[in-house]
């Protein structure tokens, strides 16, 4: 739970997200809406802030309803979840033609967006009646994130001079900003405009593949700051912003102006609800049988996270060190995920295919080498999973921070700990340097790293986790949201600082 001084952001909050912070399901048998809560980080740290601040969510519901006037429900009376206290009256619900949702989600937003940002420009597809949804559907959300500024304003409950924060929330919806500002503007509605990436910020030279490229850093400059994982990320928006706009720029305090407005970039490195997962790993029950080590990989199925690489590297540690064989188990879980989109549709079929060929090859009378889920897992589960492995592979080829390297130091519980293998392409890899850094394109050198990572002394391995799970505790997920709102209060004074180049 956020702390009060954490919550105590001046005025209200909108929050704008292609998702709502819970979906709604038709209960086939009743036919009413019900609610389904979603647990990820992002919604644990917002939601409560949004909550006591009488703050509105913006985003879609996860269902196409006939009646877009159909009735949000409440929340389910046992739902102990952070969303639980959001009043339907707080939602504003996307509604938009199947066929248009489908050609901004699956066609722009992931068939576009993703890989160009996660820098995979050979699986990107630049089309335009896709790129003409996103727009229309931006504007649907930025409508209605007017609509939701005319709610507060006309709200006796938050009636004070600050103006609200409107924080606009990834990928999905670059371009919804600035209509906001403009439409704001001209209904004089104040506000202050954020908008946060949760994907990397991928470098000029792949950005400018991007055809509508301007508009999109137009979109996002709307803000008045702008929000990323890390440094790197920001100083890649700022490149872009210089070179394909012309926008004079200060590298050094991260600012870039356009328009006579002046924009914050910010790195903002997000984190997990450490106390909650050492919580549920205190909880959580033995799952997995101690017989043989594992190596426990927790991914969305997704090309993005290196899972083909990760199989073949363990099938070479298996080929190179024979002697784990029959003493290690690799539990790759894999979410299913955007699977109407048929790259991910593809790489279910090779994981299948490549399983199965390992399996094949290697499995004797006792042991197969591996277990693989594909479905999601409870978080009670998962905790044990994270909290019981001996290594955890977290190997993306490219990923804007990944939060299960974090939700596993977090469940690192025992002594002596297990070892977090780690790729230096994902934003966490900037910070977890007392994980064993682990280049997944090179498999020879992956094996070698499971191989040391499967033989670690235990002293090494409780030096390293105590690091890791130190920094982890500290710049937990409501300590983003702290920095999210330090930097919100403080735009003014940087506004006034723009200087050299
Ligand atoms: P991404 O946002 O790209 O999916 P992250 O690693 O940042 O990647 O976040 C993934 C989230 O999804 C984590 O909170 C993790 O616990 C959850 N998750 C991933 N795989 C599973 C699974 N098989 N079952 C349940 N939760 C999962
Ligand atoms: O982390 C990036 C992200 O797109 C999140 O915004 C999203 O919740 C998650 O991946 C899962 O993707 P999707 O919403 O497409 O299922």
């Known amino acids: ?85 959001l009043l339907s009256s707080k939602i504003v619900a996307i509604h938009a033609e199947p066929k248009l949702f489908d050609s901004y989600y699956n066609g722009c937003c992931n068939g576009t967006f993703w890989p160009l940002f996660h820098s995979m420009p050979d699986r990107t597809t630049f089309i335009a009646d896709h790129w003409k949804a996103y727009i229309k559907i931006n504007e649907e959300f930025a409508e209605k994130t007017v609509h939701a500024l005319k709610l507060l304003k006309q709200s006796k409950e938050k009636n004070n001079n600050s103006p609200p924060i409107v924080w606009v929330h990834d ?76 926008c004079r720029v200060d590298r050094k305090n991260l600012l870039v102006e356009l328009g006579g407005r002046t924009i914050c970039v910010r790195p903002l490195p997000i984190g997990v609800p450490f106390d909650r997962f050492v919580q549920l790993a205190h909880n959580a029950k033995t799952v997995l049988s101690t017989s043989q080590k594992v190596i426990l990989g927790v991914d969305r199925l997704d090309y993005t996270k290196g899972l083909v690489h990760r199989l073949k590297a363990f099938e070479r540690l298996l080929e190179k060190h024979p002697e784990h064989i029959e003493k290690v188990v690799l539990l790759q879980i894999a979410v299913p995920s955007r699977t109407d989109v048929k790259e991910y549709q593809d790489l279910k079929e090779e994981m299948d295919q490549l399983v199965g060929r390992i399996n094949g090859r290697f499995t004797t009378p006792n042991w197969s080498p591996i277990r693989y889920i594909y479905g999601c897992v409870g978080q009670e589960e998962l905790a044990a999973f994270y909290r019981d492995a001996a290594v955890a592979l977290v190997t993306p080829l490219r990923d804007g921070m990944n939060l299960v390297a974090k939700e596993f130091v977090a469940c690192q519980i025992n002594n002596p700990p297990g070892v977090l293998i780690l790729s230096p392409f994902a934003g966490a890899g900037e910070m977890m340097h007392e994980a064993l850094i682990c280049n997944p394109y090179e498999l020879d050198d992956a094996a070698e790293v499971m191989h040391r990572a499967l033989i670690m002394p235990e002293d090494e391995r409780t030096v390293r986790m105590n690091h890791l799970r130190r920094r982890e505790q500290l710049n937990d997920v409501d300590s983003w949201m702290k920095s999210f709102l330090k930097a919100m209060d403080s735009l003014e004074e940087e506004a006034d600082d723009i200087g050299a180049t």
């Open 171 to 246: 990928y999905h919806l670059m371009l919804a900003a600035n209509w906001i500002r403009q439409r704001a503007e001209e209904d004089e509605l104040k506000c202050k405009l954020a908008f946060f990436l949760h994907i990397p910020f991928p470098p000029w030279d792949i950005f400018r593949l991007l055809p509508w490229s301007d508009v999109v850093l137009q979109g996002i400059l709307g803000c008045d700051m702008v929000g990323f994982h890390i440094t790197d990320y920001c100083l890649n928006f700022i490149d872009c912003c210089q070179r394909n706009l012309g």
């Open 1 to 85: 739970v956020v702390s009060r001084t954490a919550c105590n952001s001046k005025g209200s909050m909108i929050v704008v997200s292609n998702r709502l912070p819970f979906v709604l399901k038709r209960n086939e048998k009743t036919g009413e809406l019900e609610r389904k809560a979603s647990a990820g980080g992002l919604v644990t740290a917002v939601a409560p802030v949004v909550i006591r601040c009488k703050g509105i969510w913006v985003g879609w519901p996860g269902v196409h309803l006939d009646d877009p006037n159909e009735k949000i429900p409440e929340s389910d009376p046992n739902d102990k979840t952070p969303t639980s206290g």
